[in-house]
């Protein structure tokens, strides 16, 4: 939406300047643009309340008072004699229609009128047509004009099935395909309901009486219409968005005092067709749930007082605006106050966590904390799968095609998670997850099950590089620490699997149930606490990979050659591990792989950036006696 800001001012009390103005849009979560002295700001999908001056205004209440500065028709009207018919009121609750007829001098257009169009940059085309454009931007409300001549006495809205050619007011044709909302008189469409009016009945500059809808269209029967046909439409943007369906007959009243500021009226006449009115909502008023959303504290009256400024009404409870489509509860309340406060301005406080101590949570907690201190990583996955079996319960409406079944084993899910770590070089991989599988049995069974998943080496460091993860590595950890002896150890092929790995992969799976007691025997649960932490986010930017070898001809000197290791400093080393290890007891040499393992956060790495890196690490080794990189010429 543009406005132009001297427009908006007369909207308010106050007279910000471009700079504060364009602070607290920012702040209320209106993003926008300037240039000089219009604004264009981006509205988001649930504020169509705001698509006009008075709606901005409202907004802006809490900043800057606002003000109505516009004079409407304040006299008794007569009822207009008009046969409608409404055949589809789901669609339209509630229309309004004005009958004006004026005489032949219409004077220049006011500054106001003339600025709209000179400024924004929208074209003219008729003075009725002219003033309903105007109206929508002051006030929101799209309106249609048909010159009254050019139709017959029977009007009819409905909802129908439509293949036909309609012809636009801008002249476009269209084919006319499914259900539209369309007014007609006789068999002639005459109007795609809340998109665009028709060539056959638009006015012209020669049009002195016209007859001006004012409609509340549900707006679902618009949302995809303007996409549909390829038309560009204002009012189908304002439309598909909710207008104020309480506010028509103010609406046609601000359109005859414009027209009245520019012609004599010689003739008036109005009428509102209701057939399912605006239900007022309400909501309790609770600032302690306020609070509670926003972690702020704020007191009744402050409460009251934000909420009033935006139009709410409060008495016993909080009256709903009729233009506030999106607010359904506290946690909207919540966001409307949070927006004036600012955002920016509510201070976090640290996460307070209310202890629980069910059984089953404590469990859960001291099998993690085992697994944990046995080098084991936890993974989470999600509960759904390719794969069907005979107990497998389908989802019928799954967010992915591929995984439209809930797992009956962790199986699957822990081989991927294995594969997707084997796939980064990752050596020893020692993975566990607790987590939900689904049966159908005679009923749907859920069970909570804890599956265990190792393959690789033992670890990266040299004792033990040369053993491997296997059935006796599973059995120490789970027999000789615990006494469990449930588990059912198996060896998951390899065969089918994606992978060039050869190591083999070990599984074992157990229902929480069937874990014994003595496992949990003289354990305790590790009290849960909160340590705010500062951490390095995942690079997006790929690494690079150098290995290097070392002959270690004075094995005493390992330990050296390990510290340096181990303490070296550079933000270019993301990670390293010994990837060979081989000691000659003959000779008294050792022979170690390395591999560095370098990535920016910033960047993608040059050569020479990793090279660089590399010799500020390797030279400090090469210095100890007796270690020296074969081939390695020089640094």
């Known amino acids: 939406m543009k406005f132009i800001y001297q427009d908006l001012l007369n909207f308010l009390h106050e007279l910000p300047s471009k700079e504060d103005l364009s602070e607290k849009l920012f702040q209320l979560g209106h993003e926008h643009e300037i240039d000089g002295n219009i604004f264009d700001l981006e509205i988001t999908p649930n504020r169509g309340d705001c698509l006009s001056l008075i709606g901005l205004s409202r907004d802006l209440n809490n900043f800057y008072e606002s003000k109505n500065p516009f004079e409407i028709y304040e006299k008794d009207i007569k009822l207009l004699n008009l046969n409608f018919k409404n055949l ?45 454009n105007y109206i929508s931007y002051e006030m929101g409300q ?11 006495n029977d009007l009819t809205f409905n909802k129908r099935i439509c293949e036909e050619t309609f012809k636009t007011i801008i002249g476009d044709e269209i084919m006319l395909e499914g259900e539209n909302c369309v007014f007609t008189t006789g068999s002639e469409i005459v109007n795609l309901a809340g998109v665009m009016g028709g060539e056959s009945t638009g006015c012209s500059t020669s049009t002195k009486k016209v007859l001006v809808e004012c409609a ?27 207008v104020d369906i309480a506010s028509q007959e103010h609406v046609l009243r601000r ?30 008023i609770d600032n302690k749930c306020i609070n509670k959303i926003l972690g702020i504290k704020i007191s009744r009256e402050e409460y009251i007082n934000y909420l009033s400024k935006l139009g709410f009404e409060i008495e016993d409870k909080i009256k709903i605006p009729s233009y506030r489509h999106d607010i359904t509860s506290q946690n909207d309340l919540a966001e409307e106050i949070a927006r004036i406060i600012g955002f920016n301005n509510i201070k976090s406080i640290p996460l307070k966590l209310n202890s629980f101590s069910t059984e089953e949570n404590n469990r859960i907690s001291l099998i993690q904390d085992f697994f944990a201190e046995n080098g084991f990583s936890e993974v989470i996955n999600f509960p759904f799968t390719e794969k069907e079996e005979e107990k497998s319960i389908h ?11 809930l797992r009956t084993s962790l199986k699957d899910s822990l081989i991927e998670n294995l594969l997707f770590n084997e796939r980064r070089q990752k050596d020893s991989l020692k993975l566990f997850e607790i987590s939900d599988v689904y049966l159908n049995k005679k009923n749907i069974v859920q069970e909570k099950r804890l599956g265990i998943i190792i393959s690789g080496r033992c670890g990266n460091n040299y004792i033990d590089f040369q053993k491997k993860l296997d059935t006796n590595y ?21 065969e089918g699997l994606k992978t060039k790995k050869k190591e083999k992969i070990f599984y074992a799976e157990v229902s929480l149930d069937d874990i014994p007691d003595e496992f949990f025997n003289n354990r305790k649960p590790k009290k849960a606490s909160i340590n705010f932490i500062s951490y390095d986010p995942v690079s997006e930017f790929p690494f690079s990979i150098r290995d290097f ?3 270690i001809k004075n094995p005493e000197q390992y330990n050296n050659f390990m510290t340096i290791i181990e303490n070296f400093n550079d933000d270019n080393l993301k990670d390293f591990f010994i990837f060979d290890f081989f000691l000659n007891e003959k000779l008294g040499e050792i022979k170690v792989g390395v591999r560095l393992i370098f990535q920016s956060t910033s960047k993608t790495l040059s050569e020479i950036e990793i090279k660089k890196s590399s010799e500020k690490l390797i030279k400090p080794l090469i210095d100890l006696e007796g270690v020296s990189v074969p081939g390695l010429d020089s640094l």
């Open 142 to 152: 799209p309106t249609h004009c048909y010159d009254r001549d050019l139709i017959a």
């Open 549 to 551: 070898s070392f002959s």
């Open 255 to 284: 359109f005859i005092s414009i027209v009245q500021d520019h012609a004599f009226i010689k003739d008036l006449s109005i009428k509102t067709f209701v057939s399912n009115d605006f239900k007022e909502k309400y909501l309790p």
């Open 474 to 494: 599973l059995k120490k950890i789970l027999n000789l620490n615990n006494g469990i002896s449930i588990f059912n150890i198996e060896e998951i092929s390899r």
């Open 216 to 242: 509340y269209f549900n707006p679902e029967e618009i949302i995809g219409k303007t996409i549909k046909y390829n038309l560009k439409s204002d009012a189908a943007h304002k439309f598909e968005r909710g």
């Open 395 to 405: 989802i019928d409406n799954p967010l992915d095609s591929s995984r439209k079944n």
């Open 88 to 132: 589809s009121p789901d669609s339209c609750p509630k229309i309004s229609f004005l009958e004006i007829e004026i005489s032949d001098e219409i004077t220049p257009y006011k500054p106001y009128l003339e600025n709209y169009f000179s400024k924004i940059g929208n074209k003219k085309t008729n003075f009725f047509t002219d003033i309903s």
